[in-house]
């Protein structure tokens, strides 16, 4: 079941404002801000489910090519073309917007990269729109954006938890439909489609079950979690998520892209424990790397600056 609310859309935890390197959850200042906004939540309501899309990409809507995948960002680097840093479009994980990957943005360096936070629908900069029931929805502006790019252009697509899956599906898609492939696939802190889910992290699940997997995983403030509005929003955004995941997974047959991944994970990452991620291995034919860090299943943001040295130096080796 998919659910349509008001207000911000979902929340990424934790929100990072200090000097790169750094990382911090959400002050109880911005917590109370976000609670003056999210007291209540509107009546959830169903929008008709979409088609999966078979051998050609899904167009944009008119507004989602003026907003994807940059969100309220807007990048203050050198604009796409010849000579051009390669842009690395990067995809939240369950519950999480653009704002997640907002440091990454902002980072200065490494030179000749350039990361782009992806909005999705129903959250962030996009929360007016309804929020996806299929991952083809999900990735309706994305793949426009891809599609329109000069095919000399390079550029990439990193994704965390979901977000993994989600750009996963991206370049399956696009190799489909005959379009130019990421130089490079980096997947995060997720599980290779068709893999087992040992950990049963569900929509279905009751609300304080799903509540005590949030606080077990990490990145979500006890504050927002204590606070009635804002703990009914990242329930229903959350649930939203897990149930595209699930439909996805049960749908789609997994198969191998021609572009190089880079998988990446965490030590005890309980949702995506090394051996799962070393498993995207089967899902390239290309070449394939895979790094281990320490940390849970939010590592990516605790070594984002070593993780995104990685990044450059693989891409070195592709492009």
Known sequence: MCARHSGTGAFVFPVHEHEPGRESHLTIHRVL????YFDELSEPARPAPLKHPQERLPSARPAERSIAPVSGYRC??????????????????????????????????????????????????RRDEPPP???????????????????????????????AQLAYESARLLARAGRPLPQLLVVSGSRPIGATDRDGLHGDLSDEALI???????????EVLRHRGLRRLVL??????????????????????????????????????????AAWRALTDSAFWHRVYPGGHFFLHEHRTAIIEQIRATLATVW
């Open 33 to 36: 801000e976000l609670c003056s």
């Open 236 to 277: 229903a955004t959350m649930r939203v998520d897990l149930n595209l995941l699930s439909g996805y997974a049960a749908r789609v047959r997994p198969e191998p892209v021609a572009c190089p991944i880079l998988a990446l994970g965490g030590d005890a990452d309980p949702l995506a424990p090394p051996e799962l991620t």
């Open 76 to 125: 203050s680097a050198a604009p796409p073309g010849p000579g051009a840093p390669i842009r690395v479009y990067c995809l939240p994980h369950a519950g999480g917007s653009a704002d997640a990957y907002r440091n990454w943005m902002r980072f200065p360096g490494p030179p000749g990269v350039i990361f782009v936070p992806v909005e999705l629908p129903g959250r962030g900069s």
């Open 133 to 163: 029931c299929e991952v083809a929805e999900a990735l309706r502006g994305l793949l426009a954006e891809l599609a329109g790019r000069p095919p000399e252009e390079p550029f990439a697509l990193l994704g965390h938890s979901m977000g």
């Open 212 to 222: 005590d997997r949030l606080r077990r995983l990490g990145g979500t403030p006890t």
